[in-house]
């Protein structure tokens, strides 16, 4: 605990901090809520995105043996960049995914078989899928920071900050009126001294 003056502007200044904590704290308890409400959303994201990137995984599990041939239709799809978007969720910027942008890679039709222009669709869906998958999780855990931080600092204003202030106000008031009373007791005194000599 702070040491502390047993003055009436400490008091003061004192109440003021109490007022400041209570008012701020419903401010830090909402972005606590609405954070916790936006990762269970990411995560049920992240869960629909791992399962949508498994069923593109398995439709492309029966396009191996045909990629078994001795072409290379990995190498026909690069990614020449992934479209993303700032957005700003309760003070933390975080990233959204757009897009992917392939470059064009010309190939053959001569060299190539019928199916390669379907492999390479999949493949897309997959890289695509994989690039929005890695966004939800910087998400998350951005979120999840931020959630920590904010956690912290409920905790600092309830178990801290707002016990500590109300006891000192508590302190200050109980030497204030002891000071007040001890005056008055002396004033008494004096008076009746005075009364005496008189």
Do not use: C
Request: net charge positive; charged share 30%; aromatic share 8%.
């Amino acid at each position: 605990m702070a040491k502390i003056k047993y003055t009436k502007s400490e008091l003061k200044k004192q109440k003021d901090q109490l007022k400041r904590f209570k008012r701020y704290l419903p401010t830090l308890v909402l972005k606590k809520q609405l954070l916790q409400m936006e990762i269970r959303q990411v995560e049920l994201q992240i869960k629909e995105k791992s399962r949508q990137r498994d069923r593109i995984n398995e439709d492309l599990m029966s396009w191996v043996h045909v990629f078994g041939e001795n072409l290379n239709v990995a190498g026909l799809v690069k990614v020449k960049e992934t479209d993303l978007e700032t957005t700003n969720i309760a003070g933390v910027d975080i990233p959204v995914f757009k897009g992917v942008i392939y470059e064009d890679t010309p190939y053959d039709l001569m060299f190539y078989p019928l199916w390669v222009d379907a492999g390479v669709q999949k493949l897309k869906e997959l890289f695509s899928a994989d690039k929005e998958l890695n966004i939800l999780n910087k998400q998350a855990d951005l979120l999840g920071e931020e959630l920590r931080i904010t956690t912290q600092r409920v905790n600092l204003f309830e178990k801290v900050k707002i016990p500590d202030t109300t006891e000192n106000i508590r302190r200050i008031n109980i030497f204030l009126g002891d000071q007040q009373t001890a005056a008055v007791v002396r004033g008494k005194l004096s008076k009746n001294k005075l009364v005496r000599e008189a």
